[in-house]
């Protein structure tokens, strides 16, 4: 019993490495994007990519999901809306809400992550096998399914790319 403890403890530290590397590789290819507007911050991006992502429209819902504070989610709008990144219009369900928008650059932008990260996928998926494929696909979906799982509530479940089959519902 003690060698499978052992096993197990191993297998966890090696998954947690493999995340902390998939991490990691993740902010080095952020990074670049940044580098094409030095006047962007990590956090403006990070603004940028969950309004993209999750279709955040005010800075309540930004703070919530993107886990900061009122005061700083506002003043990181402000800054974006400064640079052109994103505009304000008042509600027309609610005059009292002012919701946000991507403009042009930010669209750009992610735009731009966006199809890195699809000649990325292809270059993966080109190096498959048709079962190799299948296999990742699965070992993937359970990896995001059960970080989610361990996650506060962020809003992720309104993407509209979590809101489909999950791989427990395909069985």
């Known amino acids: 019993m003690a060698g499978d403890e052992s096993g197990r403890e191993e297998g966890i530290r090696q998954l947690k490495e493999l995340l902390l590397e998939m991490a990691r590789r993740y902010l080095i290819a952020q990074q670049a994007y940044l580098s094409q507007d030095p006047n962007l911050t990590k956090q403006e991006l990070w603004v940028i990519q969950i309004m993209a992502w999750l279709g955040l429209r005010t800075v309540g819902e930004i703070s919530r999901v993107g886990g900061m504070p009122d005061s700083t989610a506002s003043w990181v709008v402000n800054r974006l809306v400064e640079k052109g990144y994103l505009s304000r219009r008042r509600s027309e369900r609610d005059r009292r809400v002012v919701e946000l928008e ?45 970080a989610a799982a361990q996650l506060p509530e962020s809003g992720a479940e309104t993407h509209p790319k979590h809101s489909g089959r999950r791989h427990s519902d395909e069985k």
């Open 102 to 146: 991507l403009t042009g650059p930010s669209a750009a932008l992610m735009a731009a992550m966006e199809d890195a990260y699809q000649r990325m996928a292809t270059a993966l998926w080109d190096e498959m096998t048709p079962r190799g494929r299948e296999v990742t696909m699965e070992v993937l979906r359970r990896v995001v399914d059960a």
